[in-house]
């Protein structure tokens, strides 16, 4: 069973981002980034808010069966909200920044492309370690070489140094995404992950809400031309596969874990073409390939991997 949760769910959940691109594209017909990710956050939020309030009153049932029910004093319960409210706006800000430039970046660049290009993420945030006085692996180096190359035979027509302005939207999402996941990685392990999450979604709705009253023209019948693409995106990309992500790397091996979900990239380009009936030229294609083996080079624990292949066994 733990096999299935470790392999099948992070596979899930990488197809749904992936085919998110799909939807993300489709929604770029009627709607703009802020207005967008607006109607789609709040779907997230109010879906998360009902998976953590159900995971709550479960816990809280199985405990109280077990007699080992303890409540938290209301001091406790005062740290806790504030401690979630300012997590959340720091978390959700970052968020509403990459989710912005993805989303203007998909729809100039398509889905398949934006796919490879916003996983940059995966090579820059151990990079970003540096900052933190994290030691970077000589792979994920070659990782960022990797990236790079991949990076301009993807956005960098041939014969020509211009970059594309909805791939750089997409270069500074991959940015943002990654300081976005270093702070959930801070805050994560002081808090409820999926209390966190639905906190940073109410914060992204309101940021984008306000940005979308300021500077969008959409009417109500924008939202409905395109509620599939929005449900999608709210419901299953942001709620139900960030689920899957939490239940999959329970006791898992988060290397493995981390491996299938960059099938996310993937999944981007094959239902951009079956969908959206995209192609990419065979430069295009190359440089998806050289990312995807930068991805996957960069969570490889090559280091763990030869140092125990030098020790010598005590057989």
């Given at each position: 069973?733990?096999?299935?949760?470790?392999?099948?769910?992070p596979?899930?959940?990488?197809?749904?981002?992936?085919?998110?691109?799909?939807?993300q594209?489709?929604?770029?017909?009627?709607?703009?980034?802020?207005?967008?990710n607006?109607?789609?956050?709040?779907?997230?939020?109010?879906?998360?808010?009902?998976?953590?309030?159900?995971?709550?009153?479960?816990?809280?049932?199985n405990?109280?069966?077990?007699?080992?029910?303890?409540?938290?004093?209301?001091?406790?319960?005062?740290?806790?909200?504030?401690?979630?409210?300012?997590?959340?706006?720091?978390?959700g800000?970052?968020?509403?920044?990459?989710?912005?430039?993805?989303?203007?970046?998909?729809a100039?660049?398509?889905?398949?492309?934006?796919?490879?290009?916003?996983?940059?993420?995966?090579?820059?945030?151990?990079?970003?370690?540096?900052?933190?006085?994290?030691?970077?692996?000589?792979?994920?180096?070659?990782?960022?070489?990797?990236?790079?190359?991949?990076?301009?035979?993807?956005?960098?027509?041939?014969?020509t140094?211009?970059?594309?302005?909805?791939?750089?939207?997409?270069?500074?999402?991959?940015?943002?995404?990654?300081?976005?996941?270093?702070?959930?990685?801070?805050?994560?392990g002081l808090?409820?992950?999926?209390?966190?999450?639905?906190?940073?979604?109410?914060?992204?709705?309101?940021?984008?809400?306000?940005l979308?009253?300021?500077f969008?023209?959409?009417?109500?019948?924008?939202?409905?031309?395109?509620?599939?693409p929005?449900l999608?995106?709210?419901?299953?990309?942001?709620?139900?596969?960030?689920?899957?992500?939490?239940?999959?790397?329970?006791?898992?091996?988060?290397?493995?874990?981390?491996?299938?979900?960059?099938?996310?990239?993937?999944?981007?380009?094959?239902?951009?073409?079956?969908?959206?009936?995209e192609?990419?030229?065979?430069?295009e294609?190359?440089?998806?390939?050289?990312?995807?083996?930068?991805?996957?080079?960069?969570?490889?624990?090559l280091?763990?991997?030869?140092k125990?292949?030098a020790?010598?066994?005590?057989?």
């Open positions: 069973m733990s096999f299935i949760r470790q392999t099948f769910l596979v899930l959940a990488a197809f749904i981002w992936g085919t998110a691109f799909v939807a594209v489709e929604g770029s017909e009627r709607l703009d980034a802020f207005a967008f607006m109607a789609r956050s709040v779907v997230a939020a109010v879906f998360l808010f009902l998976v953590a309030w159900g995971v709550r009153v479960w816990k809280k049932r405990s109280r069966a077990r007699g080992v029910l303890t409540e938290p004093t209301p001091e406790e319960k005062k740290r806790g909200r504030r401690a979630l409210l300012i997590s959340g706006v720091i978390c800000t970052m968020l509403t920044v990459a989710a912005n430039l993805q989303q203007a970046g998909i100039l660049s398509g889905a398949g492309k934006s796919g490879f290009i916003t996983a940059l993420y995966v090579v820059l945030v151990p990079v970003l370690g540096l900052f933190l006085n994290k030691r970077v692996p000589a792979r994920v180096w070659i990782s960022v070489l990797l990236a790079i190359l991949g990076l301009y035979l993807l956005s960098i027509q041939a014969g140094f211009r970059i594309e302005k909805g791939d750089l939207f997409l270069i500074l999402c991959a940015l943002a995404f990654s300081f976005q996941i270093m702070t959930i990685d801070h805050y994560s808090l409820n992950g999926i209390e966190l999450s639905c906190a940073q979604f109410v914060v992204v709705a309101i940021e984008s809400g306000i979308m009253l300021l969008s023209d959409v009417a109500w019948a924008d939202f409905l031309a395109v509620i599939g929005v999608y995106a709210g419901l299953l990309s942001s709620g139900v596969a960030y689920t899957l992500q939490i239940i999959a790397q329970k006791d898992a091996n988060p290397t493995l874990v981390s491996l299938l979900m960059s099938l996310e990239a993937v999944f981007a380009v094959v239902s951009g073409a079956i969908v959206l009936h192609r990419l030229t065979a430069r294609y190359i440089g998806c390939a050289i990312m995807f083996i930068a991805v996957v080079l960069s969570q490889l624990p280091e763990k991997w030869i125990e292949k020790t010598p066994s005590d057989a």
